[in-house]
Protein backbone atom coordinates (compact mmCIF):
# COMPACT_ATOMS: atom_id res chain seq x y z
CA UNK A 1 0.00 0.00 0.00
CA UNK A 2 1.63 3.37 -0.83
CA UNK A 3 0.48 6.50 1.09
CA UNK A 4 1.48 9.94 0.92
CA UNK A 5 1.27 12.38 3.88
CA UNK A 6 0.37 15.89 2.38
CA UNK A 7 1.15 19.04 4.48
CA UNK A 8 0.46 23.11 3.48
CA UNK A 9 3.36 25.29 3.88
CA UNK A 10 3.07 28.99 3.62
CA UNK A 11 4.69 30.66 1.40
CA UNK A 12 8.27 32.43 2.19
CA UNK A 13 8.51 29.78 5.54
CA UNK A 14 11.47 27.63 5.85
CA UNK A 15 10.06 24.01 5.90
CA UNK A 16 11.22 22.12 9.04
CA UNK A 17 10.02 18.94 7.58
CA UNK A 18 7.31 16.85 9.33
CA UNK A 19 5.95 17.62 12.79
CA UNK A 20 5.63 14.94 15.39
CA UNK A 21 2.46 14.04 14.59
CA UNK A 22 3.21 13.33 11.40
CA UNK A 23 6.49 11.08 12.18
CA UNK A 24 4.25 8.95 14.63
CA UNK A 25 1.22 8.46 11.48
CA UNK A 26 4.64 7.45 9.65
CA UNK A 27 6.07 5.25 12.31
CA UNK A 28 2.46 3.59 12.53
CA UNK A 29 1.94 3.48 8.55
CA UNK A 30 5.11 1.91 8.43
CA UNK A 31 4.14 -0.79 11.00
CA UNK A 32 1.16 -1.68 8.90
CA UNK A 33 3.30 -2.45 5.80
CA UNK A 34 2.68 0.87 4.14
CA UNK A 35 5.43 2.67 1.73
CA UNK A 36 4.96 6.29 3.00
CA UNK A 37 6.34 9.63 1.24
CA UNK A 38 5.84 13.13 2.55
CA UNK A 39 5.11 16.36 0.81
CA UNK A 40 4.95 19.88 1.63
CA UNK A 41 2.82 21.99 -0.80
CA UNK A 42 3.79 26.00 -0.78
CA UNK A 43 1.71 26.07 -4.60
CA UNK A 44 -1.26 25.24 -5.60
CA UNK A 45 -0.10 22.98 -8.59
CA UNK A 46 2.42 20.66 -5.80
CA UNK A 47 -1.08 19.72 -4.32
CA UNK A 48 -2.49 18.77 -8.08
CA UNK A 49 0.82 16.05 -7.92
CA UNK A 50 -0.47 14.36 -4.84
CA UNK A 51 -3.00 13.39 -7.37
CA UNK A 52 -1.21 11.82 -10.18
CA UNK A 53 -1.15 8.22 -8.77
CA UNK A 54 -4.66 7.08 -8.75
CA UNK A 55 -3.24 4.04 -6.39
CA UNK A 56 -1.97 6.01 -3.59
CA UNK A 57 -3.87 6.91 -0.43
CA UNK A 58 -3.63 10.35 0.61
CA UNK A 59 -3.35 11.91 4.15
CA UNK A 60 -3.71 15.80 4.68
CA UNK A 61 -2.12 16.81 7.91
CA UNK A 62 -3.98 19.85 8.99
CA UNK A 63 -4.11 22.49 11.72
CA UNK A 64 -7.20 24.15 10.18
CA UNK A 65 -10.53 23.87 8.15
CA UNK A 66 -8.87 26.45 5.74
CA UNK A 67 -5.63 24.11 5.00
CA UNK A 68 -7.91 21.14 4.31
CA UNK A 69 -10.26 23.54 2.25
CA UNK A 70 -7.62 24.22 0.06
CA UNK A 71 -6.88 21.01 -1.00
CA UNK A 72 -10.61 19.97 -1.40
CA UNK A 73 -10.61 22.60 -3.73
CA UNK A 74 -7.73 21.09 -5.75
CA UNK A 75 -9.20 17.98 -5.82
CA UNK A 76 -12.65 19.08 -7.16
CA UNK A 77 -10.50 21.46 -9.91
CA UNK A 78 -8.86 18.47 -10.95
CA UNK A 79 -12.10 16.13 -10.73
CA UNK A 80 -15.02 18.03 -11.88
CA UNK A 81 -15.46 17.74 -15.80
CA UNK A 82 -16.18 21.48 -17.91
CA UNK A 83 -20.41 21.53 -18.54
CA UNK A 84 -19.96 20.52 -21.78
CA UNK A 85 -18.26 17.22 -20.72
CA UNK A 86 -19.94 16.34 -17.89
CA UNK A 87 -20.51 12.16 -19.03
CA UNK A 88 -24.30 10.55 -18.33
CA UNK A 89 -22.38 8.11 -15.72
CA UNK A 90 -22.53 10.88 -13.24
CA UNK A 91 -24.85 10.55 -10.15
CA UNK A 92 -28.00 11.91 -10.27
CA UNK A 93 -27.83 15.64 -9.48
CA UNK A 94 -24.13 15.94 -9.31
CA UNK A 95 -21.55 17.91 -11.71
CA UNK A 96 -18.37 16.12 -10.63
CA UNK A 97 -17.80 12.03 -9.72
CA UNK A 98 -17.15 10.29 -6.01
CA UNK A 99 -13.86 12.41 -5.38
CA UNK A 100 -10.67 10.33 -4.08
CA UNK A 101 -10.90 9.79 -0.62
CA UNK A 102 -8.78 11.50 1.99
CA UNK A 103 -7.49 11.06 6.14
CA UNK A 104 -7.09 13.70 8.05
CA UNK A 105 -3.94 14.19 10.30
CA UNK A 106 -4.88 16.74 12.78
CA UNK A 107 -1.79 18.60 13.67
CA UNK A 108 -0.83 21.30 16.74
CA UNK A 109 -5.03 21.83 16.56
CA UNK A 110 -7.58 19.60 15.00
CA UNK A 111 -9.20 20.82 12.01
CA UNK A 112 -13.54 21.53 13.11
CA UNK A 113 -14.21 19.13 9.91
CA UNK A 114 -12.28 16.19 12.14
CA UNK A 115 -15.06 16.36 14.68
CA UNK A 116 -17.92 16.98 12.56
CA UNK A 117 -17.44 14.63 10.12
CA UNK A 118 -16.54 12.06 12.81
CA UNK A 119 -13.14 11.36 11.54
CA UNK A 120 -10.34 9.61 13.53
CA UNK A 121 -7.45 12.20 15.74
CA UNK A 122 -4.34 10.28 17.12
CA UNK A 123 -1.70 9.22 14.37
CA UNK A 124 -2.41 5.01 15.14
CA UNK A 125 -5.99 5.18 14.55
CA UNK A 126 -5.49 7.67 11.48
CA UNK A 127 -3.19 4.78 9.92
CA UNK A 128 -5.42 2.10 11.08
CA UNK A 129 -8.07 3.65 9.20
CA UNK A 130 -5.75 4.90 5.63
CA UNK A 131 -4.67 0.98 5.82
CA UNK A 132 -8.29 -0.30 6.50
CA UNK A 133 -9.79 1.35 3.84
CA UNK A 134 -13.03 1.91 4.81
CA UNK A 135 -14.57 5.08 3.47
CA UNK A 136 -17.69 7.69 4.88
CA UNK A 137 -19.28 9.63 1.99
CA UNK A 138 -20.40 12.96 2.96
CA UNK A 139 -22.18 15.90 0.57
CA UNK A 140 -19.85 19.01 -0.26
CA UNK A 141 -20.63 22.36 -1.74
CA UNK A 142 -19.97 24.25 -4.89
CA UNK A 143 -20.24 27.84 -5.76
CA UNK A 144 -20.44 30.40 -9.07
CA UNK A 145 -17.41 31.52 -7.56
CA UNK A 146 -15.27 28.25 -8.37
CA UNK A 147 -14.78 27.62 -4.52
CA UNK A 148 -16.17 24.77 -2.96
CA UNK A 149 -17.15 24.05 1.09
CA UNK A 150 -17.19 20.78 3.47
CA UNK A 151 -18.60 22.32 6.52
CA UNK A 152 -20.79 26.15 6.26
CA UNK A 153 -21.11 29.39 5.54
CA UNK A 154 -21.80 32.32 7.41
CA UNK A 155 -22.97 35.59 6.50
CA UNK A 156 -23.20 37.96 9.02
CA UNK A 157 -23.15 38.74 12.47
CA UNK A 158 -22.34 40.38 15.42
CA UNK A 159 -23.63 44.19 15.47
CA UNK A 160 -23.64 44.71 11.41
CA UNK A 161 -26.90 43.64 10.11
CA UNK A 162 -27.08 43.88 6.14
CA UNK A 163 -29.69 43.94 3.86
CA UNK A 164 -30.25 40.88 0.55
CA UNK A 165 -32.31 38.64 -0.83
CA UNK A 166 -32.05 34.70 0.29
CA UNK A 167 -33.79 32.44 -2.23
CA UNK A 168 -33.26 28.52 -1.61
CA UNK A 169 -34.74 26.91 -4.63
CA UNK A 170 -38.44 28.18 -4.60
CA UNK A 171 -38.53 29.79 -1.35
CA UNK A 172 -37.86 33.38 -0.62
CA UNK A 173 -36.09 33.74 3.07
CA UNK A 174 -35.28 37.38 2.77
CA UNK A 175 -36.47 39.51 -0.14
CA UNK A 176 -34.39 42.59 0.37
CA UNK A 177 -36.58 44.37 2.20
CA UNK A 178 -35.53 43.93 5.82
CA UNK A 179 -32.32 43.91 7.85
CA UNK A 180 -30.49 40.46 8.33
CA UNK A 181 -29.03 39.86 11.64
CA UNK A 182 -27.26 36.07 10.24
CA UNK A 183 -27.37 33.71 7.58
CA UNK A 184 -26.12 30.55 7.53
CA UNK A 185 -25.37 28.21 4.40
CA UNK A 186 -24.90 25.04 6.18
CA UNK A 187 -23.49 21.47 5.19
CA UNK A 188 -22.03 20.35 8.46
CA UNK A 189 -22.39 22.12 11.98
CA UNK A 190 -19.61 23.95 12.04
CA UNK A 191 -21.39 27.48 11.13
CA UNK A 192 -24.78 26.57 12.16
CA UNK A 193 -25.12 28.95 15.22
CA UNK A 194 -24.67 32.30 15.29
CA UNK A 195 -24.34 34.54 18.02
CA UNK A 196 -25.76 32.18 20.19
CA UNK A 197 -28.31 31.21 18.60
CA UNK A 198 -28.62 28.02 16.58
CA UNK A 199 -29.97 28.68 13.33
CA UNK A 200 -29.91 25.09 11.68
CA UNK A 201 -29.41 21.01 12.31
CA UNK A 202 -27.60 20.45 9.24
CA UNK A 203 -26.84 16.50 8.22
CA UNK A 204 -23.69 16.41 5.71
CA UNK A 205 -25.24 13.02 4.80
CA UNK A 206 -28.30 13.79 3.46
CA UNK A 207 -28.27 15.48 -0.02
CA UNK A 208 -28.76 18.82 0.68
CA UNK A 209 -28.03 21.90 2.29
CA UNK A 210 -29.75 23.93 4.95
CA UNK A 211 -30.01 27.43 4.94
CA UNK A 212 -31.34 29.66 7.76
CA UNK A 213 -32.26 33.48 8.06
CA UNK A 214 -32.14 35.54 11.37
CA UNK A 215 -34.40 39.09 10.95
CA UNK A 216 -35.53 41.49 13.46
CA UNK A 217 -39.47 41.90 13.95
CA UNK A 218 -41.88 44.16 15.34
CA UNK A 219 -44.34 42.46 17.32
CA UNK A 220 -47.32 43.38 19.90
CA UNK A 221 -50.09 46.01 19.11
CA UNK A 222 -49.44 48.79 21.66
CA UNK A 223 -46.62 47.61 24.09
CA UNK A 224 -44.15 46.82 20.67
CA UNK A 225 -41.25 44.76 21.01
CA UNK A 226 -38.74 43.36 18.94
CA UNK A 227 -37.93 39.84 18.60
CA UNK A 228 -35.28 37.87 16.22
CA UNK A 229 -37.39 35.20 13.71
CA UNK A 230 -35.70 32.30 12.05
CA UNK A 231 -36.32 31.44 9.12
CA UNK A 232 -35.64 27.93 7.59
CA UNK A 233 -35.15 25.99 4.71
CA UNK A 234 -33.64 22.80 3.40
CA UNK A 235 -32.94 22.59 -0.26
CA UNK A 236 -30.16 21.79 -3.69
CA UNK A 237 -29.39 25.48 -4.26
CA UNK A 238 -29.10 28.90 -2.43
CA UNK A 239 -28.84 32.12 -4.16
CA UNK A 240 -27.82 35.03 -1.94
CA UNK A 241 -27.36 38.58 -3.57
CA UNK A 242 -26.41 41.36 -0.42
CA UNK A 243 -27.53 44.95 -1.47
CA UNK A 244 -24.15 46.13 -0.66
CA UNK A 245 -21.42 43.79 0.99
CA UNK A 246 -21.57 41.69 3.73
CA UNK A 247 -18.64 39.75 5.73
CA UNK A 248 -18.85 35.79 5.47
CA UNK A 249 -16.38 33.10 6.40
CA UNK A 250 -16.84 29.64 4.69
CA UNK A 251 -14.53 26.66 6.05
CA UNK A 252 -12.07 28.82 7.76
CA UNK A 253 -12.08 31.56 4.92
CA UNK A 254 -13.10 35.27 5.73
CA UNK A 255 -14.29 37.56 3.12
CA UNK A 256 -16.36 40.04 1.47
CA UNK A 257 -19.48 39.14 -0.44
CA UNK A 258 -20.14 42.04 -2.86
CA UNK A 259 -22.43 40.36 -5.55
CA UNK A 260 -24.90 37.58 -6.11
CA UNK A 261 -23.65 34.33 -5.25
CA UNK A 262 -25.43 30.98 -5.61
CA UNK A 263 -24.18 27.98 -3.80
CA UNK A 264 -24.86 24.07 -4.47
CA UNK A 265 -24.62 20.85 -2.67
CA UNK A 266 -23.13 18.06 -4.64
CA UNK A 267 -24.89 14.78 -2.93
CA UNK A 268 -21.83 12.28 -1.53
CA UNK A 269 -18.87 13.49 -3.63
CA UNK A 270 -16.63 13.97 -0.80
CA UNK A 271 -14.77 10.82 0.78
CA UNK A 272 -12.92 10.54 4.16
CA UNK A 273 -11.28 7.34 5.79
CA UNK A 274 -12.85 6.25 8.64
CA UNK A 275 -12.16 3.57 11.27
CA UNK A 276 -13.61 0.24 11.24
CA UNK A 277 -15.90 0.52 14.13
Same mark, same amino acid.
Given at each position: ?6 T ?6 A ?5 T????L ?6 LG ?8 E??K ?9 N ?11 Q?N??L ?11 S??P ?6 R ?5 PP ?15 F ?17 V????I ?6 GV ?16 M ?10 G ?6 C???NA ?11 A ?9 DV @? ?19 R???? @?????P ?10 L??EL ?11 A???Y?S?A
Amino acid at each position: MNVVVLTLVEANCADSGPRTQTLHLIDELKQLGATVRTVGAEHAKEIDAVMDDPNERIVVAADTDEQVNAVLARVVRRSAPAPSERPDSLPAGRTLPDLPPLALLPLGTAPGLVKHFGLPTAPAEVAAAVMGGKVRRTDIMRHDGGGVCADGVRLGGGDRPWRGMVNLDDAVLADGSEQILACVVANADGYAAADDMVLAEPDPTDGKIDV @AVAVPVTVGRWRKKVRIEVRRARGR @AVAIHPEDSVTYISDGLVDELKRKRTWWVEPGAAGWYVSEA
